[in-house]
């Protein structure tokens, strides 16, 4: 698909069907994600694959407030076939600075204008997005509630020095209402871009 296509067509989709996604395509998915920018080439990222029934379940019942989870919204999340949740390591940040290459003696977090863990991990789950459109798939990148990252981490085994930054629901499309936050429209490039000065 022609790269302005890619990014014309790119939304999230909140609606599945039921079908298997080719493992083909996941697997080209999260290797896109592998050629986002980090800082140093740190790469303190990591890309939990659920592809099961089985698995998806378990994230679905580990991440859901008690109540939550019964409306349409939900449903048609919870038939996508794949999750994908990246996970950001401000460690491997903090150690790779530190190194001899790159000047700094400590690993003290206030070198740091901003989290670039998650900022490049968010990066790399925008490649998975867009790859996604490019296969003519569906998906949603959304958060785990704060309360639910604990019995996340504990249902999957994920150390605590990763964290979930979102994650990322994939499959085949079915019909989908538009969110209403849409109404709002997009802002147009004037409103948003400052040239030479604010």
Request: negative net charge; aromatic residues 10%.
């Amino acid at each position: 698909m022609d790269f302005q296509r890619v990014v014309a067509r790119r939304r999230m989709v909140r609606n599945y069907s039921d079908r298997a996604v080719d493992p083909a395509v996941v697997n080209r998915i999260l290797s896109n994600a592998l050629h986002a920018p980090s800082a140093g080439f740190s790469q303190g990222w990591a890309f939990l694959l659920l592809d099961d029934r089985q698995t998806v379940a378990r994230f679905w019942a580990c991440t859901t407030p008690e109540g939550d989870g019964v409306d349409a919204w939900s449903e048609g999340m919870r038939r996508a076939p794949v999750i994908i949740v990246p996970l950001s390591c401000k460690r491997e940040y903090l150690e790779r600075y530190a190194a001899p290459d790159k000047g700094w003696t400590d690993m003290d977090e206030s070198h740091w204008p901003v989290p670039y863990w998650d900022i490049d991990t968010g990066m790399a789950a925008l490649l998975m997005l867009l790859t996604v459109t490019d296969e003519d798939l569906g998906a949603c990148f959304f958060g785990i509630p704060p309360e639910m990252i604990a019995p996340f981490r504990a249902e999957f085994g994920v150390p605590d020095d990763y964290m979930p930054i979102g994650a990322l629901s994939i499959g085949h499309r079915a019909e989908d209402r538009p969110s209403p936050s849409l109404k709002r429209g997009r802002r147009s490039t004037d409103e948003v871009v400052h040239r030479s000065r604010w």
